[in-house]
C-alpha cells in the first residue's frame, strides 16, 4: 500500500474513537468466539470433498496478504479432498457503507459457500444507526439470494479501540456488528479481544516503528494503528481457525431463514447500476480496459467514464430515496455539480489531500429523497479544487509533474442506488 493510500487511511479512521465516550450500557462485552447458528453448510460440503469458495468482505486488514491467504490455506489443508477457492472481496480504506452497494457485483456474483464480512474498523467513525442499515443490507441480500450461504463475522482492531476492550466492552461499532450478529444468529470471532488481552498483558505491543528493536518477549502487533504485522497475522489466522473448530463442533447444515428486519429501513436493496451512454453528453469517453486507471482498476469498476471538460453532463431518472456514484478520486479531479429534480444538491470536489494518486471513492448526490421518481444530473464544474495543501507536500519532489494536478476530471463507473433505475 502506497504512502497516499495509508494516510488516507488514517483519515478515514480518524473517527474510530468517537464510541469512546459512549455510555458502557450501550456496548455489549466482548467474546472470542460466539457460535449462534453456526457455518453447518460449508463445512458439510468441506467434509463431503466438494467444490467450496469463501469469500473475504472487508477493507485493508483483509486485502492485505495475511489472515485471508493463511486462513485459506488452513481449509485447503484440512480438507485437501476439497478443492476451496477465495473470492478477495475486500477494498482498503472502505466500510459496509460501500460493502452494501457492491455486495452484488463483488461477492454473491461469485457464489460463495461462505462469506467472511470484516467491517468493524473502518466502520469505526460510523453512527451505529448508519452500521445497522448498510450491515443487515449486506446480510438480506447474501441470504435473499442463497439461504444456504453461510456467514461469518470477523473482528479486527485499531488502537483506539483498546480503552473500551480495557474495561470490558467491545467498541461501538463492534457492538452495533454483534447486534445484527444476534439477530441473525451470525457466528462471530472476535480477534480484537485477544489482541486487546495480550496489549493489557504487556506481551503485545502496537504501534511500533519497523525499524526500531522491539523489547525481549513483547510481539510487534502492526506498526500502525491497526494494520498487522505478519506476526499479527499469525495471531488472526490462530484465533479464527480454533473457532472454527469450534463452530464445526455445533454446526448443522441448513437454510438460513431471514426474520424481520432489525430496522425496516435497512439497505437490502442497494445496487450498482451500469451508466449507459445515453446518459452522457458527448465528451465523455470510455477508458480502455487494457491500460492505465481502465486496467487498474477494473476488477471493481468494469466500465469507466472520463469527463475532462467543463459542462459536460451525466443524467438519469430513478424510483427511490438515495443516490450516489462510485467513482474515482485523484490528482487531476475536478468538482462536480450534482442537481436533483432541477435543484443544485450539493458541489463535490474529487480531489482530496491524500490525492497523489488515484483511488475508489463515492460521490454522494441527494439521500432521504422522497421515494418516488427523480430527475438526477451530475455537472462538470469549471472551478477546480485547492490543490495547495497536496502540492505543499509533493511540489520539489523526484519526478513531480504540475500537470498532474491540473484539470476538471470526473471518472465515474456506476451509479449507486436505494430505488431502481428508470430506463429513458
Known amino acids: 500500500m502506497g504512502r497516499d493510500a495509508w494516510l488516507l487511511v488514517g483519515a478515514l479512521l480518524m473517527g474510530v474513537g468517537a ?4 455510555a458502557e ?29 469463501i ?17 485459506l490455506k488452513w481449509f485447503q489443508a484440512t480438507w485437501p479432498k476439497a478443492r476451496v477457492t477465495e473470492v478477495n472481496a475486500a477494498i482498503g480504506g472502505t466500510g459496509s457503507d460501500l460493502g452494501v452497494f457492491r455486495c452484488g457485483q463483488d461477492v454473491l456474483a461469485h457464489k460463495p459457500d461462505l462469506v467472511f464480512v470484516e467491517f468493524a474498523v473502518n466502520d469505526g467513525g460510523a453512527a451505529p444507526e448508519a452500521i445497522y442499515r448498510s450491515l443487515e443490507g449486506i446480510v438480506r441480500q447474501v441470504w435473499r439470494a442463497n439461504p444456504e450461504t453461510d456467514i461469518c463475522f470477523v473482528y479486527t482492531i485499531h488502537k483506539a479501540f ?3 476492550y480495557e474495561r ?9 456488528h454483534e447486534k445484527v450478529a444476534d439477530h441473525y444468529a451470525i457466528p462471530s470471532i472476535n480477534m480484537a479481544m485477544r489482541v486487546a488481552e495480550l496489549h493489557k498483558a504487556g506481551k503485545l505491543i502496537f504501534p511500533f516503528p519497523p525499524k526500531e528493536t522491539p523489547p525481549e518477549g513483547k510481539m510487534v502487533f502492526a506498526h500502525d494503528d491497526c494494520h498487522p504485522t505478519d506476526a499479527g497475522h499469525e495471531l488472526f489466522t490462530q484465533v479464527i481457525t480454533d473457532a472454527l473448530k469450534e463452530i464445526q463442533k455445533a454446526s448443522r447444515p441448513g437454510p438460513h431463514k431471514l426474520p424481520e428486519p432489525l430496522r425496516p429501513d435497512n439497505w437490502e436493496h442497494a ?14 469517453r470510455k477508458l480502455p480496459t487494457d491500460d492505465g486507471l481502465g486496467k487498474w482498476f477494473g476488477n471493481r469498476l468494469p466500465a469507466i467514464w472520463e469527463a475532462t471538460r ?3 453532463k451525466l443524467s438519469f431518472r430513478f424510483k427511490g430515496t438515495l443516490a450516489r456514484l462510485y467513482d474515482l478520486v485523484g490528482p487531476d479531479g475536478g468538482k462536480a455539480i450534482c442537481s436533483v429534480d432541477g435543484k443544485v444538491t450539493r458541489t463535490v470536489q474529487r480531489f482530496d489531500m491524500y490525492c497523489t494518486g488515484h483511488r475508489l471513492a463515492t460521490l454522494p448526490i441527494a439521500e432521504g429523497l422522497e421515494d418516488k421518481e427523480h430527475a438526477v444530473t451530475v455537472e462538470v464544474s469549471p472551478e477546480q479544487p485547492d490543490r495547495e495543501p497536496v502540492l505543499k507536500q509533493v511540489r520539489g519532489q523526484k519526478g513531480f509533474d504540475p500537470k498532474r494536478y ?18 429513458p
Open 168 to 176: 470490558g466492552f467491545c467498541n461501538r461499532s463492534t457492538t452495533a
Open 406 to 423: 491540473d484539470g476538471t476530471v470526473l471518472r465515474v463507473g456506476y451509479i449507486m442506488l436505494l430505488g431502481d433505475l428508470i430506463n
Open 55 to 71: 469469500a473475504y468482505f472487508g477493507g485493508s486488514i483483509t486485502a492485505a496478504p495475511g489472515w485471508r491467504p493463511k486462513t
Open 25 to 53: 450500557a450501550e456496548l455489549v462485552p466482548p467474546k472470542l468466539l460466539s457460535i449462534r447458528g453456526g457455518l453447518g453448510n460449508v463445512f458439510a460440503k468441506l467434509e463431503a470433498g466438494g467444490v467450496v469458495s
Open 162 to 164: 483498546i480503552p473500551d
Open 271 to 284: 445496487k450498482l447500476v451500469p451508466i449507459a451512454p445515453s446518459m452522457l453528453t458527448s465528451g465523455w
Open 19 to 22: 464510541g469512546l465516550g459512549a
Open 310 to 312: 467543463p459542462g459536460e
